[in-house]
């Protein structure tokens, strides 16, 4: 066995690892197994109602489909047939981390650890657009499990998790007695939420990817209509998210034309300069 041999098979064992740990973590943050959920722990502080950009509680049914992404990811890299794909190379240590940080961060909310799991969660935030980055690096042509579980997994992670991270900010500082952060207007939760929408909006513009998009974009409405439904209103903050929700989603899809009209460009020269080569 050679030494890149080796290191595929690491690799490959590091996802799985760091994959079915993140998942363990995440039933217990479920509160499925007993023991207190994310949503009522750390005294309520990641509650629906908590702060101006809590999102309303069906938004964190994204996680769902985000962990059995990275399940279905974590199985597929590990085939065999797989182990040597430049593009499992470019990202997997990167899904590696970005699983192991968000069981770190689920600890840290179950620990009533809130500061430490805002700077776990920008921390993970990092991880996913770097990851992102590679990923949409790669010149292939990708085929569609690469499009689903690679493009499409990572994309939705780092949507949602750049919404994430903007309500783990304000659950934060509404827990230490910053009332701005807890009752409308909510101004500083506003321009927090222009942040977010910024790392989005350069997401779109880098990849033109639909998934992060869509994630943000679902993360950015359910704060709308927890805004507007719940306590504490603010329809500053809802009427500001639904606005960099368009922006984003505008965006991605003015990218993701561009993107699959240079690559269709570049398809139909292949052919040409091939039969160019052989005629030489």
Not at 61 to 77: D, F, H, P
Not at 105 to 113: D, G, K, P
Not at 119 to 133: D, G, P, Q, R
Not at 160 to 171: F, R
């Amino acid at each position: 066995m050679t030494q890149t041999e080796k290191s595929d098979r690491v690799r490959r064992a590091v996802v799985l690892l760091t994959v079915a740990g993140s998942l363990v973590a995440a039933v217990i943050g479920s509160g499925l197994v007993g023991g207190t959920s994310i949503a009522d722990a750390a005294g309520g502080a990641f509650a629906a109602d908590a702060t101006v950009l809590a999102p309303a509680g069906f938004a964190f049914s994204i996680w769902s489909v985000i962990y059995l992404g990275l399940l279905a990811y974590a199985i597929w890299q590990a085939v065999p047939a797989q182990a040597a794909k430049p593009r499992h190379r470019a990202v997997g240590y990167g899904v590696a981390a970005s699983a192991l940080l968000n069981a770190v961060w689920i600890v840290c909310v179950l620990a009533w650890r809130i500061a430490e799991s805002f700077v776990i969660i920008v921390l993970l935030l990092c991880v996913l657009l770097a990851t992102f980055v590679r990923a949409c690096r790669s010149p292939q042509r990708r085929t569609v499990a690469e499009l689903v579980l690679i493009d499409g997994v990572i994309g939705l992670y780092l949507g949602w998790v750049t919404v994430a991270a903007a309500a783990n900010l304000a659950a934060w500082l509404a827990d230490i007695g910053i009332s701005a952060w807890s009752e409308a207007p909510g101004v500083p939760g506003t321009l927090t939420l222009i942040a977010a929408g910024l790392v989005a909006l350069f997401t779109a513009w880098r990849g033109g990817r639909w998934a992060p998009a869509v994630a943000t974009a679902w993360g950015l409405v359910w704060i709308a209509v927890g805004r507007w439904a719940e306590d504490p209103a603010a329809p500053v903050v809802a009427s500001t998210a639904i606005v960099l929700a368009v922006l984003v989603v505008l965006l991605a899809a003015w990218r993701f034309r561009a993107r699959t009209r240079v690559e269709s460009a570049d398809a139909a020269r292949e052919p040409a300069a091939a039969q160019y080569a052989t005629e030489r």
